[in-house]
């Protein structure tokens, strides 16, 4: 899908250094390199609850991108990377912990994260540290619109994935009454009031606009009211872990209508969920691994170095640590500073998914989206828009 600006250089690799840090606690000690040693890089993910396979796989990237980095001689002369992993549990108290943990380990920047809520929390105290904070999942505008000048990201945001997703329901499923659902979370919610802006500048309404409760087992009562809206479509916008069952329960009671699902739906814990529910279950996403001509060899090296395929987001979190590390190679420092001074000087840097250029506070240039679709169970390219605006196979 992507213009193959880049080559995955291996996987046979030497072992990085990746220190488990605990998520609780605090400590004001600002981060910073010491000059010598290892350069220390942190990682935040969830790796506990609900989001935990995500940010098992994020750390996993990141672990491929450090290993690969060492191996072609390390940083600054011979300096290695080394990872320092921090468990924020997708939760804004415990990933304010966690980045603490993080700034006392004097990491010079930071990589990873999935929710959006916890990355809002998190970005706050790396940007008062002047540590560099880049975003590989997280897409609710806040992360970026707050003025903070050392927080970046890899992935789109939520008001051009919500405008995408509008075109789509609209202009190629021909749905214009879309019942909208979200979970109330930060990331969920923004990207359902960004979708129903659009819906309503495209001449389509939402007819249904409301939240579930995360982790209910039975969302039966409050699928029957989207049912008596009569939708042509359903957009849901929460997390993976809700949206199978919410799938699988919607055909259960009768609803035929397309539904499709935003970014975080995109994991295969929804096929797994709702079983056969899920034919035909489209979602709106960045480009997926297998999508991406140019994350080829990323693909087969995470598939041989954890025995299982690479998550949506895996190659965006690897980007992420790659453009760290060119932006440490172009500062010719560790300091923090001089290490966002570069990234924002980033011009074009050849990502496994594509080139990689940074707006003014931090948004990635030309974000791309498509839809996937699950297909035999398992998601294939569904469509994207073309740079004419016409909708186009995204294969």
């Known amino acids: ?22 998520a609780c606690g605090g400590n004001s000690a600002s981060g910073g390199d010491s000059g010598t040693g290892a350069i220390k890089i942190g ?30 001689g390390g940083l600054l002369g011979g300096r290695k990377v080394e990872l320092v992993v921090v468990d924020d549990a997708c939760d804004a108290q415990t990933g304010t912990a966690a980045m603490q943990k993080l700034m006392s380990q004097k990491v010079v920047a930071v ?35 707050r003025g903070l000048k050392h927080v970046f990201r890899t992935i789109g945001r939520d008001d051009k994935q919500g405008e995408f997703a509008a075109k789509y329901l609209v202009e190629s499923l021909k749905a214009k009454n879309v019942a909208v659902i979200h979970d109330n979370t930060a990331y969920a919610k ?67 209508v397309p539904i499709i699902g935003g970014d975080a739906t995109q994991d295969a814990t929804v096929i797994k969920t709702a079983g056969s529910a899920s034919e035909g279950f489209a979602t709106t996403t960045a480009p997926l691994p297998s999508f991406i001509s140019s994350a080829a060899g ?43 001074d570069a990234l924002h000087a980033t011009k074009d840097y050849a ?17 791309v989206y498509v839809t996937a679709v699950v297909k035999d169970s398992k998601f294939v390219p569904g469509k994207t828009l073309d740079a004419s605006g016409a909708w186009v196979d995204a294969g």
């Open 111 to 145: 990589a990873g994260g999935y929710c959006s809520g916890a990355a809002i929390a998190e970005t706050v105290i790396t940007d008062k540290r002047n540590v560099p904070f880049i975003a590989d999942a997280q897409t609710n505008v806040q992360i970026t619109d």
């Open 298 to 340: 990323f693909v087969t090296a995470y598939k041989e170095a954890y025995d299982t395929d690479a998550g949506p987001f895996a190659p965006y979190e690897y980007d992420a640590i790659k453009v760290i590390a060119d932006a440490i190679g172009r500062a010719k420092s560790a300091d923090s500073q001089k290490i966002t």
């Open 1 to 22: 899908m992507i213009c193959n600006r880049s080559r995955f250089l291996g996987a046979g690799v030497a072992l990085t250094s990746v220190a488990l840090v605990s």
């Open 190 to 256: 923004g990207l359902a009031e960004a979708a129903r802006s659009s819906l309503g500048k495209l001449g389509g309404k939402d007819v249904f606009f409301d939240a579930i409760t995360p982790g209910a087992k039975d969302f039966t009562s409050f699928l029957t009211k989207v049912k008596s809206t009569d939708p042509q479509a359903i957009y849901f916008t929460g997390y993976f872990a809700d949206a199978g069952l919410v799938l699988k329960q919607a055909r259960e009671l009768g609803i035929t």
């Open 43 to 72: 990682v935040v993910a969830p790796l506990s609850g609900d989001s935990a396979s995500a940010g098992t796989d994020i750390v996993n990237a990141a672990k491929l991108a450090a290993k690969e980095i060492n191996k072609d």
């Open 351 to 367: 990502g496994i998914t594509g080139a990689i250029n940074f707006e003014p506070n931090g948004d990635r240039k030309n974000a």
